[in-house]
């Protein structure tokens, strides 16, 4: 299984301005023993490595100098690739269609589940539901800003019914975290979006109307870290010096 970090994105809430990207900002974090600080995006591969998941494309904006300088050097088998374009969440993740091979896992490259044992059951999830959709959930207050999944049965594991991305009147209070086990069928879904903005909600749930079956686990909202608005990077970083507590 391959993973796939999309990092593209302008990070207009990210308050950088463009003087740097928001997957290069630091977190703390627990490495042979020593309380360190790394990269965001450092963080996502080493936990997937950790996993056994070591085969990693990263989608870059194209002139993102830092990021692939950093990239380069500490983790120089991983495939970079360009999105050309800014067109969305979507078309980022249709830049590598050409350097995925098979059944991947989807991580934006600003957020990760933190918590090592929960991320490793949705990997695991991921290996058991071959040919099947894998989707990390999470109860939010205000779904509409979210995409958002109707499910059924009992957890830890749902059956996904349904996608719906910001709807105005949600079914369920359950939005997706942006971490998906996918397959390479969900490029053909995105090619087929005649649109500049182009959504991978949707596209997910048009293979699911179409007879893929779809799981999702759900975690707490807590769980869930992104760097991705400038207020509450300061949570952020306390929240994963708390969790890196093993090495205080």
């Not at 593209?8 to 020593?34: F, M, N, Q, V, W």
């Not at 983790?75 to 091979?101: C, K, M, N, T, W």
């Not at 600003?110 to 999470?138: E, H, P, W």
Request: aromatic fraction near 8%; proline fraction near 4%.
């Amino acid at each position: 299984m391959q993973l796939l970090i999309t990092a593209a994105g302008s990070g207009t809430r990210s308050g950088l301005d463009g003087h740097l990207r928001k997957e290069i900002l630091p977190i703390y974090d627990c490495r042979e023993g020593r309380l360190v600080l790394r990269p965001i995006i450092d963080v996502i591969i080493n936990r997937y490595n950790n996993l056994g998941i070591r085969n990693t494309v990263v989608v870059l904006a194209r002139g993102d100098q830092r990021t692939e300088s950093y990239l380069r050097e500490y983790f120089p088998d991983v495939e970079i690739v360009y999105q050309e374009r800014r067109h969305g969440f979507g078309d980022a993740v249709l830049s590598a269609s050409d350097y995925i091979s098979g059944d991947f896992i989807l991580n934006a490259g600003d957020g990760l589940i933190f918590n090592d044992a929960l991320l490793r059951d949705f990997v695991q999830m991921s290996f058991s539901k071959r040919g099947s959709i894998c989707l990390a959930l999470m109860e939010v207050d205000d779904p509409r800003r979210y995409g958002v999944a109707t499910v059924e049965g009992k957890a830890p594991i749902y059956t996904v019914l349904g996608l719906e991305e910001k709807p105005q009147n949600p079914r369920s209070n359950l939005a997706l975290m942006a971490v998906y086990r996918l397959s390479p069928e969900i490029f053909t879904e995105l090619r087929a979006v005649h649109s500049n903005n182009v959504e991978l909600t949707p596209s997910i749930n048009s293979l699911i109307e179409k007879g893929t079956p779809a799981n999702g686990m759900v975690f707490s909202r807590k769980e869930w870290l992104s760097v991705g608005v400038a207020e509450r990077y300061v949570d952020v970083l306390q929240n994963t010096l708390e969790k890196s507590s093993p090495c205080l």
